[in-house]
């Protein structure tokens, strides 16, 4: 197959986005784009640290645009979905923010999913949707995807830690308490921390404290290629 993969650092911790997870950290394993190469798949991977959804998707609307012209035909989109709050700078340029933190995210989400829509108008190939960095808002929004996890890190964990959409923007929430609301201002803050801790309480798991480790990668990479090659 030839396969598309956009996101954050979720999705290229290969050195490159992440310095501390080092390739040759253990040679058993590899990160999910070189497993699924090593399985004859053609990569294409677009990922960047600290990229947010629109960025991403973005990204993916323009390759897969591209590809035809230099007779590419991308059969998979693998998706790391990030934290809603990085892309509150491009929702919010022009206008003003909506009263609650319910509302601006909300407003943030609509952008994600009409961009999802844009692709799916002319993209008919195949998804695979990853809840990494942060958990899929609403799952069924995203059942066109033929393979979804909604929450890898608890997935990981094996065990339910409620996810945020705010991870990386603490300073703006605690800043914009009149407009967002100092409940859920304070709601979201002790999830925010909560989910710091159960990463950085499992460095086996997380190296780095916050992205999974290579056998996790290479075991994602196993758990698609078989989703997409079985007959």
Not at 94 to 101: A, H, M, T
């Amino acid at each position: 197959m030839n396969i598309l993969i956009v996101g954050d650092s979720w999705s290229k911790p290969d050195g490159y986005t992440e310095p501390s997870i080092y390739p040759h950290s253990n040679q058993n394993f590899l990160p999910l784009e070189y497993y699924l190469i090593s399985q004859g798949h053609n990569v294409y991977n677009r990922g960047e640290g600290g990229r947010g959804n629109l960025n991403s998707l973005k990204i993916a609307d323009y390759f897969l645009k591209m590809a035809p012209h230099v007779n590419i035909n991308i059969d998979l989109v693998i998706f790391f979905n990030t934290d809603l709050s990085r892309d509150r700078p491009t929702v919010f340029y022009n206008q003003q923010y909506p009263k609650g933190l319910d509302n601006v995210t909300k407003e943030i989400y609509n952008w994600n999913m009409n961009m999802f829509s844009k692709i799916r108008q002319f993209y008919n190939g195949k998804w695979a949707v990853i809840g990494g960095c942060a958990p899929l808002l609403n799952p069924s929004d995203y059942d066109f995807a033929e393979f979804k996890i909604v929450d890898w890190r608890s997935e990981i964990l094996g065990y339910h830690v409620e996810g945020t959409q705010w991870l990386y923007d603490y300073p703006f929430l605690s800043t914009s308490i009149d407009q967002l609301g100092l409940d859920a201002v304070e709601y979201e803050a002790d999830k925010i921390e909560n989910v710091w801790k159960h990463t950085q309480n499992r460095p086996d798991l997380f190296p780095d404290k916050s992205h999974p480790n290579m056998q996790l990668q290479q075991e994602l990479g196993m758990r698609i290629h078989n989703h997409f090659t079985r007959s």
